[in-house]
């Protein structure tokens, strides 16, 4: 899987992602699926996607997917959409919004399984600031984007906030835990906000 993209690559994923949300605020539907004809390959293999969006610099949404099961057009579309419209955590974005949202795109590497004995091995095999990680078993489940580590760069941190999103106690680390680490190229829009 490619997932370099060309500066004009990233540009049309940004503005679809921006075009999805735009018309989600006046039609309030899901984006129909787009005709795939001409479509550069990039665009059309499986690909897992993360879309988020901040306004003024605070987080305002963020859905993805850890999984590549669609075509990556598809993925961005899909999770721009949930991200300005479906994020339990906030309300749904409004048009008057839309100026002030800045919108990144991370396209995600296939995930890595980690062979870790506990908490303790998982932590020292952490590349900090390369890493997204992904814990889950059957009762927890919860991702990091790479692009975390800013604000959490110290590993036990990291991974305390990451155990708190999946709903874990903070001594708890069940027998079953899996680990699957992955990378990311993420790209914003570049545009001025006041």
Not at 117 to 125: C, S, V, Y
Request: charged fraction near 30%; glycine fraction near 4%.
């Amino acid at each position: 899987m490619q997932i370099d993209p060309t500066e004009s690559q990233k540009r049309e994923l940004l503005r679809l992602a921006r075009k999805t949300i735009s018309e989600g605020c006046t039609r309030s539907l899901p984006p129909e699926p787009l005709q795939e004809k001409d479509l550069a390959d990039f665009f059309l293999q499986q690909a897992a996607s993360f879309v988020t969006l901040q306004k003024r610099e605070e987080l305002r949404g963020c859905i993805g997917s850890t999984q590549a099961y669609r075509t990556l057009l598809d993925d961005v579309i899909h999770n721009a959409f949930a991200s300005a419209f479906r994020d339990p955590r906030f309300p749904p974005v409004t048009e008057h919004e839309l100026t002030d949202i800045k919108i990144e795109v991370s396209v995600l590497t296939p995930q890595e399984r980690m062979d870790v004995a506990d908490e303790k091995d998982l932590l020292k095999q952490l590349h900090p600031g390369i890493d997204g990680l992904l814990i889950r078993n059957p009762q927890y489940s919860a991702t990091f984007l790479p692009q975390v580590w800013k604000q959490l760069p110290n590993p036990r941190q990291f991974l305390a906030h990451l155990k708190s999103k999946a709903g874990m106690a903070p001594g708890l680390w069940p027998d079953d835990m899996e680990c699957f680490r992955y990378r990311c190229v993420k790209f914003e829009e570049k545009r001025n906000y006041s």
